[in-house]
């Protein structure tokens, strides 16, 4: 079995700011890891995904993430947050099956 | 390029209604699934394929029929619509890659039951 946990489902920072959502897994075997965003009423984008390799996968806008076997975590990140960041993001597993398991969400805001 | 298309994007029915989600790709894909969005809970797999005439249920398949004549099509059917399917419906294809998988989502179906 596996799981995707994300931790707040709403996060605000301040434009310029820091921002990290957070994302814990649970896998039986060696996970594949996505993170999307979706703006209102849209779909789904891909941000950025970790199969193998490089542990830290630099994706779409300005974002990347860290894999980190040994805390199952997969914590999305982007230096300095501007407007047009705010959407909701999901975390994503996929295991040794090719459908996804995702977090419940994050809803990020950002303030002027 | 068209990706992945699902029609309708929006649609309201009746309770006891039925209707077809329709998604087509045409990259030439394997995999399809249907997944449901409902706040708070993510995106959950109602039923997938991994080929032409070969279907499966996923999580929450109860109340969806699928079925997959052709490898371009994946349509999902609501046979009775019940107030609990109003939701948003995202189809989804994926291309298996040596580096991995990337799943590529259709723009989503805004389904409310009345």
């Known amino acids: 079995a596996q799981s995707v946990t994300q931790l707040g489902s709403h996060v605000s920072v301040s434009e310029g700011a820091l921002v990290l959502l957070r994302c814990n897994y649970s896998s039986s075997v060696p996970p594949y890891l996505f993170w999307y965003v979706q703006y209102p009423n849209q779909g789904l984008q891909l941000l950025l995904k970790y199969t193998t390799g490089a542990t ?6 300005g974002f990347e993430a860290e894999f980190k076997k040994s805390e199952t975590s997969f914590h999305l990140t982007k230096p ?4 047009s960041d705010a959407a909701e ?3 994503a597993l996929s295991g040794s099956a090719r ?5 419940s969400g994050t809803q990020l805001t950002v303030l002027p | 390029n068209a990706g992945v298309t699902q029609t309708p994007k929006f649609q309201v ?3 006891g209604q039925s209707m077809t989600l329709q998604c087509a790709q045409d990259m030439n894909h394997e995999y399809m699934s249907w997944y449901r969005q409902d706040p708070g809970m993510g995106l959950r797999l109602i039923h997938y394929s991994v080929g032409a005439g070969i279907t499966d249920q996923g999580e929450v398949p109860n109340g969806y029929n699928v079925s997959r004549s052709t ?16 939701s948003v419906y995202f189809c989804a294809s994926t291309e298996q890659g040596v580096s991995g998988n990337t799943i590529y989502f259709g723009e989503g179906s805004w389904l409310t039951v009345v």
């Open chain 1, 99 to 103: 459908q996804l398991t995702f977090g």
């Open chain 2, 71 to 86: 490898t371009e099509d994946f349509p999902l059917r609501l046979l009775s619509a019940a107030p609990s399917q109003t």
């Open chain 2, 13 to 15: 029915l009746k309770t």
């Open chain 1, 80 to 83: 300095s947050a501007h407007m």
């Open chain 1, 89 to 91: 993001y999901f975390c």
């Open chain 1, 56 to 61: 830290l996968v630099k994706g779409i806008n």
